[in-house]
């Protein structure tokens, strides 16, 4: 089975026909799920898919475009829910300075970076981080409160080999999905070729993001063979085998 380590199946795209759509999965061999909260709406939508579906397992976080809805009050929300047995990651938390360009709002997403960094330390889950035109504070960020010691992935990931490298020196897995099989994607393509198979995971970011031959429209988990297969292709062995390695990885980074 293809396990998709992140999507957005709480996005009002999906209100038309989530009720379809979901079930449908696991008869094209897909599952488990994890449903990524942005939000603090997106959150609590998240904790319900998890309530309505066995495969549909969530992570609560909020996104570094939506720390305007971080209050302590709904920070203190999320550390109550993240105790439920079907939460299984704090995120998507980190940076954004591609949409995000001022310096006092960038101060503030760190600021929420950083607390939510240490709910995660605190409550023992591993971290789904968003990082975009931010890798330098990122990393400096996540170096500075011991990240090594707080298992998770970098999702989407779009930086260098080299920032891959590190990243996975400090036991973190490398988040890779539909861009990959973007022409113009060198260099994440050269990251999927070459990076352990034992440290990547395989996600949509669904609706987001679809993969070529679908690009531009609405991205679920049925795509994710396309991503598998350009990975084997790139690594030069089987899509099964990608398959299986990253459901692998997926299950010990958030230990299910
Ligand atoms: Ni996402």
């Not at 298992?151 to 400090?170: D, K, Q, R, T, W």
Request: aromatic share 8%; charged share 25%; hydrophobic share 40%.
């Amino acid at each position: 089975m293809i396990f998709d380590s992140h999507a957005h199946y709480d996005d009002s795209k999906f209100d038309g026909d989530r009720e379809q759509l979901l079930p449908s999965l696991a008869e094209h061999g897909i599952g488990p799920v994890i449903n990524v909260g942005s939000s603090l709406e997106g959150c609590q939508k998240t904790a319900a898919l998890t309530e309505q579906y066995d495969f549909v397992y969530g992570a609560l976080g909020i996104h570094p475009s939506d720390i305007s809805d971080l209050t302590e009050e709904s920070y203190q929300w999320i550390l109550q829910k993240s105790q439920l047995p079907k939460i299984v990651a704090i995120g998507e938390i980190g940076l954004d300075y591609y949409w995000e360009k001022d310096e006092a709002s960038q101060r503030q997403q760190r600021y929420w970076f950083c607390r939510q960094m240490e709910l995660a330390r605190d409550t023992g889950l591993p971290v789904i981080i968003h990082s975009r035109e931010a890798a330098k504070d990122t990393l400096k960020l996540m170096q500075g409160i011991h990240s090594e010691q707080i298992p998770g992935v970098i999702h989407c990931f779009s930086y260098s080999l080299e920032m891959a490298e590190i990243y996975l020196n400090m036991g973190y897995y490398i988040g890779i999905g539909g861009v990959v099989t973007f022409r113009n994607a060198k260099k994440l393509k050269e990251i999927a070729a070459q990076i352990p198979l034992e440290r990547i995971l395989l996600e949509t970011d669904a609706p987001y993001l679809a993969p070529e031959p679908k690009r531009g429209k609405r991205n679920s988990s049925l795509n994710l063979p396309y991503v598998a297969e350009e990975i084997a292709r790139l690594r030069n062995i089987t899509a099964e085998e990608v398959i299986e390695a990253t459901a692998a990885n997926a299950r010990r980074l958030f230990r299910m």
